[in-house]
């Protein structure tokens, strides 16, 4: 991990005295994360360049980190924590150059309140938003930028470009600014993933954006990622099946349809369609199979005239956020008695799921493989078969209707298939057929007079 | 005074009856187990620190039934020891002993009055009076009469302290128990009459006629038959067909269980009034032709049918309409109603007949279960049951299984003797047997692996894998097998080598194998081949139409995203098994093949665009700056330091850059199948190496597209050998290969500490830079990355190899899909146990 700061202010040697650090010498600290050097590859009258080098342990960083949970990191140890400008940077700028950055210089005070010409390279800075972003960020501060970005690898030119950036700044500024300025924003750009090396981090960016953070346009994108907080260690067991290959997360995942659904609160409509639908049946007893985080759960269990409630979802986050949603463990015990959580799965035969006089399946066929559906029907209308089976699923006609969702592709990341209405409606029928069950449909939100509903419905009645 | 015998049903629930002080502990001590033995007093004294307390009766009375339910649900006979004296309190246990089918038995210990209270008097912990003892046996002698009434099958009544003493209690096997007869059997199915198509089975089997009044069949090989009930009615000789069976098992060459028919016959013949209905009438007047004589035989005969045998030490049983798995081997009027008329579901078809609820999907028993009463059009396997009513009075056929070869052996009816009035299979769900239980997967479990000792599954791991399953897996009929993890050697002692072959090869020789096989490890993406000769052949076997089958990863999701390119790729990978010749010399239409599929940027391209390209491209590019930086600042040593990491980052660049090329369609995969895992009837993991790459060789020489695994063979008492394959994996390694995989040359091995490995890899030097980061080679990281171990990877890796072993094994022998599912879930919970990614 690479920075270069130069001046041609002359004398440029002045640097040294600026910088505290005397450029005839090498200054090597240790850090938790490795050893620092300082040192001037260029110490002359016209240019002065001081070179801040982080020599990352990389075998440390995995092994120090991990082995606070299982005697060893999930973390890989093929990083990019060595090479690319990451807070690391912002921790060793502080330590080296601490006094600099209070703008304090003893023997250079002058040249330390004035404005001179610097320039800025680091090599390899990760962008997180591209060189717009990189701009966004160092242009309102008066920096002018050059910045080639790095190709992930050129002997496979197809793969394309690294988030990785070669990065020349150039400023007239007093240096305790530009020190400051790249103290926030290396992290700022990197983002991916932040190592925290204190828990005063508020205090340490109010201090470091005072005077320029405040009415800086991109203020408030600089300070969500600053603080941007580790990444959750979670769902662990979920990640060491993966293959390796990040999977889509239905619930964290859920917050991209439901962004896009936003405008029209699809969600709530839908629910409310639900809960009508079942009063309307006086339907007193309920399972909500793929209940996900329990909100139709929590609306049902409002109501005293649902005897009994039962949610059942396949991920086991999903249920911790249910129960917590739903304040589990404080329920006074007359609710427990009528709220249910439990883990199933859909594909298979569930006996806990018999008994029930109405069954709801919100938004979840369209997270199984079509392969799989069958099985999920049996389960259902075979084995469960509750009197009453109320099911959505988005109708893929009303896509195209969505602004930002480009054409041929899925609400969500997870949804393994969309359905037309007749396609929805054909299914229906012929499993209606096969079960011994009625059907008919109905539109959830605002009806498109060719496109239809946005959610499409079934309610099947056992015959 | 002669001895008295009580002969005790070996299942029974034996309720000790007599006032206080007549010696019902004695008794028990002196008759039974201490654990067979549940007294009241110890009960109440759980609850109540105090036998004697009168107030706990009512707690300690749940617990006693509690303990006794778990016991005889656990099929243990169990002792009451409690005065029982009172109607009410004896009703609870008959109602017990009902609910799990066993037998419930009155043993009276009816002594004067006087006698129990001077044994009262005599007892410091028993102060009570007179009036108690006097009470308890005025209930008892007021209940004496009643006691069969109330249910109790066996009743004896002992009068005197030396009635107590001379009694002598023997215990013996329930009727349906013939565990102690092993066969072979031939077990047929419904016959209603057709003697003619009953008579031509028997000699189809192999026994031989003789006579006629009365029959003497026999059969050379001492077979004999079971009869799975309703032999009569709608056929045109019933009379034939119950001498037939009556003489065959009245000479010991067969057997019979009740059917609905038989017994509606009986009560007939009996003069019971019964609806004259589906072929009873037919069955009336054949009889009204024989003697009286033979009628009342008839009626002994069908009397002493019972509801259901089980033979050959609980491996088979034989009832008329089924049973669930807790029956077998009990009795009570449920089982007895249940074994005649199955399960229906208290709804009645469109024909009028009610609708039958398909007990056998539930069943998870491990006896195999023959019963008929439901015609089918062919016999039908599920869940180790089978139903062999093919409908012969109906037109269809006479069905008997071989036992234990499980063969079909089949009579067409000579004609139509009666028109069903549903038609036959009507109402059938072929898919019955499809659909796995989730109590099949979750909770903690114990599955039982031939290979090794029984393997617990944590209830964590299982609801991990319930998500994985359920979101991403493939269809379980099409997933037979998941492979083990696989762990390298311990760590080398070698400088500057963190893996080599020289500790796998002492691995093996520590653990006495002393034949091993090195193979080349591809660097690809693991994955597990279903393929079938053509996609009926897939539909035949796997039950499920799924084209030519399927590709799947090492954690059950399909290797392809896209259907169109699988099914080409099957398509590719079935010309090179034809070609090669292999359907017909292995006699299969479908196998599974372990395999690494090419190139690893097939599958890896999130990975190689997220993580390895990015830190290449950034490591290249910065370190040759600080060191050309350093350099002009006058740090020789620190510039030499950043030259050396520059060196580094590019090896790694190398490293991975061996395993990617462009992919744009099936011509660019390639395929190296290691492993031929399952065909028809075989489990290879029994086969050496040599056979599988003997196969996969023939694959190779036809499949452009198909990559030969290189490898040796070593003796590891031969230096010379160890040392040339070292050579061979020194100098390979060096090039680009990944690394090699060294087996134990038989496959599967079992040493002196259990399951042998099936496989430890070594992985080469330059490609451990892509697990261990590019710098790893470096002396002050690899002294530190040298702190391993391997024990943890390893139990898994024995553990999943042992499921995957059963999960091929059960498939193979045709188990049951839950059978096969348990052992592959096992493996895919094991995988979510926490163990070192790098290993």
Redesign the interface.
Known sequence: MLLTLSTTHRPATDLGYLLHKHPERLHSQEFSFGDGHVFYPDVRDDLCTAALLLDVDPVGLIRKKGSAHDGFALDQYVNDRPYAASSFLSVAIGQFFRTAMTGRSKDRQDLADADIAYEVRIPVLPCRGGEATLRRLFEPLGYTISAARLVRDEAFPAWGDSAYYDVTLTVTARLASVLKHLYVLIPVLDDDKHYWVGDDEVDKLLRQGEGWLETHPDKDLIVRRYLKSFRSLTTQAMERLSDGEPEPDPVIEGEQEAALEKKINLNQQRLDWVLATLKAREVKTVVDMGCGEGRLVGMLSKDLAFEKITGCDVSLRALEIARARLNFDRLPEFQLKRIHLLQTSLTYRDKRLTGYEAATVIEVIEHLEPERLEAFTRSIFKDAAPGLVILTTPNAEYNALFDNLPAGQFRHHDHRFEWTRSEFETWARTTAERFGYAVEFAAIGDVHETLGAPTQAGIFVKS | MTQTLITLPDLSLVLLIGASGSGKSSFARKHFLPTEVISSDYCRGLVSDDENNQAATKDAFEVLNFIAGKRLAAGRLTVIDATNVQPESRKSLIDLARRHHVIPVAIVLNLPREVCHARNQSRTDRDFGKGVVWGQSDSLRRSLKGLRKEGFSHVTVLDSVEAIDAVRIERAPLWPDKKTQTGPFDIIGDVHGCFDELHALILKLGYVIEGREPYRVSHPEGRRLILAGDLVDRGPKTPEVLRIVMDMVESGVAYCVNGNHDEKLKKALSGRDVKIAHGLAESLEQLSHETPEFRRQVVDFLDGLISHYVFDGGRLAVSHAGLKEHYIGRGSPRIRSFAMFGETTGETDEFGLPVRYNWARDYRGSTMLVYGHTPVPEPEWLNRTINIDTGCVFGGKLTALRYPEKEIVQVDAAQVYCEPVRPIGHGR?A?DG?????????GKRVVETALSRNIVIRD??A??????????A??PRLLVYLPPTMSPPETSKLDGWLEHPIEAFDYYRQNGVTQVIAQEKHMGSRAVVVLGRDAGAVEQRFGIS?GLGTVY???G?AFFNDRVLEQGFLARLGDAVTKAGLWEDLATDWLCLDAEILPWSAK?M????Q?????????T???P??AE??A??G?PD?AA?MTARAQMAGAY?DAY?HY?W?VSGLDDYRIAPFHVLAHEGANNLDRDHLWHMAVIDRLCAVGRFVKATERKVIDLNDDAQMAEATAWWEAQTAAGMEGMVVKPLAFTVKGAKGLVQPGVKCRGREYL????????TAPE?LT??KARNVGGKRALAQREYALGYEALTRFVAKEPLYRVHEAVFGV?AL??E?V???L
């Open positions: 769900d898919r499809d659909m796995i239980d989730i109590e099949d997967v979750t964590e791991n609801m991990a894998a319930l998500e994985v399953m359920s979101r991403f493939v269809d799924a990863t090492r954690t999701r890896a999130a990975l190689l665009e993580q390895y390209a990015p830190v290449g491209a950034a490591a590019h910065v370190l700056i600080a930086l350093l002009r600042a740090q620190l330091k660049r850059r990617c462009k830079r892509i697990i261990y980061g590019p710098e790893y990281h530190r990355l895919l995988e979510s926490p070192d990614p790098r």
